[in-house]
């Protein structure tokens, strides 16, 4: 079992930068795949990036290709989201997920937090 639970969300204007935490609980978090997604008013959620268990391996929606960054610590069971250059059309819930398979699907990803609020004004 992981729980999961996001930090660094709010209010940032357009070209801002914001940094994305999601803390886990547990031991094993170095076993699991991580990965962003977010869910946009009206919208479903969908796919942001994604991180293998070593880092060795990342995955970004092409929305997000060259402005996000998704990195890991395994020593302190933390996994960020980097956003930079954000636009109005990022404003969403961003939600981090922990899964024992890699991939850029919902179903690949079994535990899920809560999710943290990113708003950027234009």
């Known amino acids: 079992q992981v729980q999961l639970g996001e930090s660094g969300g709010g209010l940032v204007q357009a070209g801002g930068s914001l940094r994305l935490s999601c803390a886990a609980s547990g031991r094993t978090f170095s076993a699991y795949a991580m990965a962003w997604f977010r869910q946009a008013p009206g919208k479903e959620r969908m796919f942001v990036a994604a991180?293998?268990?070593?880092?060795?391996?990342?995955d970004y929606a092409d929305s997000v290709k060259g402005r996000f960054t998704i990195s890991r610590d395994n020593a302190k069971n933390t996994v960020y989201l980097q956003m930079n250059s954000l636009s109005p059309e990022d404003t969403a819930v961003y939600y981090c997920?922990?899964?024992?398979?890699?991939?850029?699907?919902?179903?690949?990803?079994?535990?899920w937090g809560q999710g943290t609020q990113v708003t950027v004004s234009s």
């Open positions: 997920a922990a899964g024992t398979y890699y991939g850029t699907f919902e179903r690949d990803y079994d535990y």
């Open positions: 991180i293998s268990w070593n880092g060795r391996v990342t």
